[in-house]
């Protein structure tokens, strides 16, 4: 495989929010625990889980919208954030760098600006114009390229649709030129006719401009195709990670294996003849997980190991990354 | 907009007309006459009675009132200061001009310092300074306005001798602290809470999230995006309150002695002066309709969503 350069890098990334528990103690919802993963420029990394896993919180910890608890983030070679080394560098310069489109867009949309204010205020923040008459052709430009009407500059976000809405969302995100975008359930709140316009849309922005994604969807029939490669949280940790074709046809991680059973195939006489891997039990809560590996209370195969030592991720075929004690001792 | 305004225009007439109706017949229903002393003779009132037309069956009285209104007559005094119109002692004689002004810097308090108070506390929110201002704004609306007034006047005035004792005279800038200090604490307070209240409402939207990042500054945060969306349940309230401030000031206006339109409201109730009471109701009802008419529109100024009139885009 050639050397590509890794755009951003994640290292051990923790995020926790403390929650009130009765008089004098703190508890945490560690909704982001340990989690370590790269992106290569110009790739699509898709994340997927259930709801609740942390997957929200790790992109917006990922863009520093949240404040990590500890860990390291190198976006383009240069550290942003490094608790250990006490780095957390002013985000402005980044925030040119680094978008994010919200799972609802019309709740991200403040509704007393216009479409045009919206998209502007990006642009006046950093500057990045000349003269008003630029500022409108470049909002023009933008809504042009979204695939929206320059007139809409003048109107309020709600007269538009929830696609629409999106859209705008979009032309947002990309009103700083940004090189990396964590689309976050970008198409959730949308009806399905929508969705692949917006899916599709995101595609050719990226062939056109080069963009980085992170694409965060519980849909991992909808990651698969729009990702080059997959990640998959569960509890706040990411259990696997590898190219989409390898990691939805050879999944390695017993969880992985599960989700992957609960995807519906449109073959009844496959759908017939397939085993469904069934998870007992709920998923546990993130403000007391369980020691150990996370996923050891529903796995079928856990051991001793797994209920007290937290799995490292670590690579098991090329690009193919795991985190199971059980694989270390040779598979399932 | 213009055709919303006239329909709200409209509107309006035909409930100061119900107003003064029902203001007409519930001071008749209070027992006594303006004519009534002790050394009258019951020839005497009558005599006076049929001088003003109160002789008639009340229907005609009610109808000589609203035909009169209409032509922008308010009648003469009966009693206060007899003879003279009633428009003048309104007007002219520097009372409403009073309360109006003391109405509106109380407002102007309630808004500059409540509001900024409001974002303070919900930017803080869970610190120390959170706490004291929580508890400073449900002191404040709890405790009632002649109380204050009667603390302020018993402490800073009698006691430390800070300020003048003879505020009601309104003279110089001191006089004026303690009745709009007494006139304006419980609405700061209340301002502060609500705007405290929509405000971490504002903060915790999807949108804040997305100014933070486009790479706005907090401070920005809070005044462009949170302050904007938040201050539609404030303006709501203020709308009433503008009227009420001043409509409601003769506590206030009674105990520092001012000599404004609210303390003598209180005194033409008492000696049953008709035309003054009906005049005063009136200007004072047409002030509060005004007051929620501009709050209406202010509405559409503020939240682009809101759309004033039934008719489908």
């Known amino acids: 495989m050639e050397e590509r350069k890794k755009l951003l890098e994640i290292e051990n990334l923790k995020k926790y929010f403390p929650v009130k528990a009765g008089f004098g103690k703190k508890q945490y919802v560690q909704a982001v625990e340990s989690v370590n993963y790269f992106i290569y420029e110009g790739e699509t990394l898709g994340l997927v889980g259930e709801s609740g896993c942390g997957k929200t919180t790790l992109g917006r910890t990922t863009i520093r919208l949240y404040e990590p608890t500890s860990g390291r983030i190198v976006f383009d070679g240069e550290p942003i954030y490094d608790s250990e080394k006490k780095i957390a560098v002013p985000m402005l310069p980044y925030r040119r760098k680094m978008q994010i489109i919200f799972q609802d867009p019309s709740a991200s949309l403040d509704p007393r600006m216009t479409v045009g204010e919206i998209v502007g205020e990006a642009l006046d923040i950093h500057g990045l114009f000349q003269g008003k008459a630029e500022r409108r052709e470049r909002i023009n430009q933008l809504l042009d390229e979204v695939g929206l009407n320059t007139e809409h500059s003048n109107r309020f976000p709600h007269e538009f649709s929830g696609g629409q809405q999106q859209r705008i969302g979009i032309a947002r995100a990309l009103a700083v030129e940004p090189q990396f975008i964590v689309c976050d359930e970008p198409i959730s709140a949308l009806d399905v006719s929508i969705q692949s316009q917006v899916i599709n849309m995101l595609e050719d922005l990226q062939a056109e401009k080069g963009l980085t994604y992170l694409f965060i969807a519980h849909d991992i029939s909808v990651v698969r195709h729009i990702s080059n490669r997959i990640g998959v949280m569960y509890l706040g940790s990411m259990v696997e990670l590898g190219e989409s074709y390898e990691l939805c046809n050879h999944p390695i991680h017993p969880y992985t294996k599960t989700l992957l059973s609960a995807v519906p195939i449109p073959d009844p006489v496959k759908t017939r003849s397939r085993q469904r891997q069934l998870l007992e039990g709920e998923i546990p809560s993130p403000i007391n997980p369980p020691s150990g590996c996370r996923f050891h209370t529903r796995c079928p195969y856990a051991t001793e190991r797994c209920k007290q030592e937290f799995p490292k991720l670590k690579e098991y075929g090329p690009g193919h990354y795991a985190a199971c004690h059980l694989l270390e001792q040779g598979g399932i | 907009m213009?055709?919303?305004?006239?329909?709200?225009l409209g509107a309006a007439l035909l409930t100061l007309l119900i107003i003064m109706a029902i203001t007409f017949f519930l001071m008749n229903a209070i027992p006594g006459s303006p004519f009534l002393t002790e050394k009258s003779t019951p020839q005497q009132i009558a005599l006076a009675n049929a001088k003003y037309g109160l002789d008639k069956p009340l229907i005609i009285q009610l109808k000589n009132y609203v035909v009169n209104y209409l032509k922008g007559d308010l009648g003469t005094s009966l009693k206060m200061q007899e003879g003279t119109p009633v428009r003048d002692i309104i007007f002219h004689q520097g009372k409403f001009v009073l309360s109006i002004k003391l109405g509106l810097i109380s407002l102007a308090v309630a808004v500059i310092i409540g509001i900024p108070l409001g974002c303070i506390a919900a930017y803080n929110r869970g610190t120390w300074l959170d706490g004291f201002l929580r508890v400073m704004t449900t002191v404040g609306v709890a405790i009632p306005g002649f109380v204050l007034a009667t603390l302020l006047l018993a402490s800073l005035a009698v006691k430390l001798h800070v300020l003048p004792t003879n505020s009601g005279q309104l003279t110089d800038f001191k006089?004026?602290?303690?009745?709009?200090?007494?006139?304006?604490?419980?609405?700061?307070?209340?301002?502060?809470?609500?705007?405290?209240?929509?405000?971490?409402?504002?903060?915790?939207?999807?949108?804040?999230?997305?100014?933070?990042?486009?790479?706005?500054?907090?401070?920005?945060?809070?005044?462009?995006?949170?302050?904007?969306?938040?201050?539609?349940?404030?303006?709501?309230?203020?709308?009433?309150?503008?009227?009420?401030?001043?409509?409601?000031?003769?506590?206030?206006?009674?105990?520092?002695?001012?000599?404004?339109?609210?303390?003598?409201?209180?005194?033409?109730?008492?000696?049953?002066?008709?035309?003054?009471?009906?005049?005063?109701?009136?200007?004072?009802?047409?002030?509060?309709?005004?007051?929620?008419?501009?709050?209406?529109?202010?509405?559409?100024?503020?939240?682009?969503?809101?759309?004033?009139?039934?008719?489908?885009?």
Request: charged share 15%; net charge positive.
């Open chain 2, 2 to 8: 213009v055709t919303y305004t006239l329909k709200r």
């Open chain 2, 175 to 313: 006089s004026y602290i303690m009745p709009i200090l007494s006139m304006s604490f419980y609405y700061v307070c209340y301002v502060a809470k609500l705007t405290r209240t929509s405000m971490l409402d504002a903060i915790n939207q999807d949108y804040i999230r997305t100014a933070r990042a486009k790479g706005v500054k907090t401070k920005m945060i809070v005044l462009k995006h949170a302050l904007r969306n938040s201050l539609i349940p404030v303006i709501t309230y203020l709308g009433p309150v503008t009227a009420g401030i001043i409509t409601g000031s003769f506590v206030v206006e009674s105990t520092f002695q001012i000599p404004g339109l609210g303390k003598y409201y209180v005194q033409c109730v008492m000696s049953r002066d008709y035309p003054v009471i009906m005049a005063t109701t009136v200007v004072l009802s047409a002030l509060v309709i005004f007051m929620n008419l501009v709050v209406d529109i202010a509405y559409k100024i503020v939240d682009p969503r809101i759309t004033l009139t039934n008719k489908e885009d």
